[in-house]
T-cell receptor, first 111, second 114 residues
């Protein structure tokens, strides 16, 4: 019930393309769904987050789509750039409790 | 703010030795988390503190691991004795207890146990 399953493990996208990473969760009590971005040698950093009262949140080229009935949420990166190459983690939590992270997706944007 | 500060950044030690990792959270943050990152298991929460009090240590692998937070600006994660399977990157993160659960991570401590 505490798991967050993330796919794919790795993803290669051409520059200018759309990168899509998916996550699924089991615990219906989760009410906070962030995405973290991690560059090599650095700690993860918050990229964008959503709460289940909305189905989509957009910040620049990054969009979270949220499907409450399917218990799934995804990250879309539009016009992907080489600088977006990083590892992306989805996560979920209930209230202010501890975040549960997905396994991560290593994204490579080819120039 | 300098962010979450971790030391050492890299540690190479031999099996059986004691390892101490240190963390200084962001000033004003009252929650502190220790995570371990490996290729196989991803990001695992080891323990977290609210207002310097340990709340959940269910992720601590075994008794060889211990964590303390003697004050609001300092925490340690100790492994004694260390084993090769403890090799990983250990992250400290801090956040505000109230409001959104936004974690700010440090740069991590890469531990290699030979």
């Amino acid at each position: 019930q505490q798991q967050v399953k993330q796919s794919p493990q790795s993803l290669i996208v051409q520059k200018g393309g759309i990168s899509i990473i998916n996550c699924a969760y089991e615990n219906t009590a989760f009410d906070y769904f962030p995405w973290y971005q991690q560059f090599p040698g650095k700690g993860p950093a918050l990229l964008i987050a959503i709460r289940p009262d909305v189905s989509e949140k957009k910040e620049g080229r990054f969009t979270i789509s949220f499907n409450k009935s399917a218990k799934q949420f995804s990250l879309h990166i539009m016009d992907s750039q080489p600088g977006d190459s990083a590892t992306y983690f989805c996560a979920a939590s209930k209230g202010a409790q501890k975040l549960v992270f997905g396994q991560g997706t290593r994204l490579t944007i080819n120039p | 703010d300098a962010g979450v500060i971790q030391s050492p950044r890299h540690e190479v030690t031999e099996m059986g030795q004691e390892v101490t990792l240190r963390c200084k959270p962001i000033s004003g943050h009252n929650s502190l988390f220790w995570y371990r990152q490996t290729m196989m298991r991803g990001l695992e929460l080891l323990i977290y503190f609210n207002n310097n009090v340990p709340i959940d240590d269910s992720g601590m692998p075994e008794d060889r691991f211990s964590a303390k937070m003697p004050n609001a600006s300092f925490s340690t994660l100790k492994i004694q004795p260390s084993e090769p399977r403890d090799s990983a990157v250990y992250f400290c993160a801090s956040s505000l207890l109230s409001g959104a659960n936004v974690l700010t991570f440090g740069a991590g401590s890469r531990l290699t146990v030979l």
